[in-house]
């Protein structure tokens, strides 16, 4: 089961305030549906370089739109990750669009004590077959991205980081401060712990994520564009 997140009068937001009617709560599962559908709307395969290698146009079913031979696929990914132990899923809710989800972010909180054990021995989920996707470059990808972690912090990979997976605003609600708001609950959990948080950012994310003081330690390339391992040291040297 996720982490739960008790909301605090001070919570971090980095950047534009964001409008009065936006709420920042925990995910819980009647949003997985919403998440699932902003997720195919922000990394759609005509907009996203990587969606559209992992979802490639030969794979796709005739007659369905691009990407939504996937949702199935991500509504079962995102289900897992919300009972995944390690993770902590947050929305913003709109209130004035009737408490609809307009953003998500996914986390992987630190390991701490007897939750050492209890990471070893977490069962993974199988993966939902999905015809749509390209698997073979969904395990490079994911291989690329296991690596750069493992050369930031050695063995123990990202159980001593606060590791944001990503985050997905609705096209239709961009430059409202949602993502300043996602962002910023993992700064200040991770700032407030003195423990690094860690990311892979896209050439688009980049100039957001440094704005939010994340320095860039490395480039590599996925799928021929450069990526960018980023970093916000908190913990002592």
Same mark, same amino acid.
């Given at each position: 089961? &996720?982490?739960?997140?008790?909301?605090? =009068? /001070?919570?971090?937001?980095? *950047?534009?305030v964001?409008?009065?009617?936006?709420?920042?709560?925990?995910?819980?599962? %009647?949003?997985? /549906?919403?998440?699932?559908? @902003?997720? %195919?709307?922000?990394?759609?395969?005509?907009?996203?370089?990587?969606?559209?290698?992992?979802?490639?146009?030969?794979? &796709?079913?005739?007659?369905?739109?691009?990407g939504?031979?996937?949702?199935?696929?991500?509504?079962?990914?995102?289900? $897992?990750?919300?009972?995944? +132990?390690?993770?902590?899923?947050?929305?913003?809710?709109?209130?004035?669009?009737?408490?609809?989800?307009v953003?998500?972010?996914?986390?992987?909180?630190?390991? =701490?004590?007897?939750?050492?054990? &209890?990471?070893?021995?977490?069962?993974?989920?199988? !993966? &939902?077959?999905?015809?749509?996707?390209?698997?073979?470059a969904?395990? !490079? #990808?994911? $291989? @690329?991205?296991?690596?750069?972690?493992? =050369?930031?912090?050695g063995?123990?990979?990202?159980?001593d980081?606060? +590791?944001?997976?990503?985050?997905?605003? +609705?096209?239709?609600?961009? =430059?409202? *401060?949602? *993502?300043?708001?996602?962002?910023?609950?993992?700064?200040?959990?991770?700032?407030?712990?003195?423990?690094?948080?860690?990311?892979?950012?896209?050439?688009?994310?980049?100039?957001?994520?440094?704005?939010?003081?994340?320095?860039?330690? !490395?480039?590599?390339?996925?799928? *021929?564009?450069? +990526?960018?391992? #980023?970093?916000?040291?908190?913990?002592?040297?």
């Open positions: 089961m &996720q982490r739960r997140w008790k909301p605090s =009068r /001070d919570t971090a937001n980095p *950047g534009r964001p409008n009065m009617s936006l709420r920042l709560r925990s995910a819980t599962e %009647a949003d997985l /549906d919403a998440i699932a559908a @902003i997720s %195919a709307a922000a990394f759609h395969p005509t907009t996203d370089a990587v969606a559209r290698r992992l979802f490639p146009p030969h794979l &796709q079913p005739p007659g369905t739109q691009d939504d031979a996937a949702r199935p696929w991500r509504l079962a990914r995102k289900t $897992g990750k919300l009972h995944a +132990h390690r993770t902590v899923m947050m929305v913003v809710a709109d209130d004035a669009l009737e408490g609809a989800i953003g998500f972010s996914v986390w992987e909180a630190p390991v =701490r004590g007897q939750e050492e054990e &209890q990471d070893e021995e977490a069962p993974h989920p199988p !993966e &939902q077959p999905c015809p749509a996707l390209d698997h073979v969904l395990a !490079e #990808m994911r $291989g @690329i991205v296991a690596a750069d972690a493992r =050369r930031r912090f063995e123990r990979d990202t159980k980081v606060w +590791h944001l997976d990503y985050i997905g605003v +609705h096209p239709q609600h961009q =430059r409202r *401060g949602i *993502g300043n708001m996602l962002l910023g609950w993992g700064l200040k959990e991770a700032a407030k712990e003195g423990i690094d948080c860690y990311l892979v950012a896209t050439p688009a994310g980049r100039p957001f994520y440094q704005a939010a003081g994340l320095d860039v330690e !490395e480039s590599f390339p996925i799928f *021929g564009a450069p +990526h960018y391992s #980023m970093v916000r040291r908190n913990a002592p040297n």
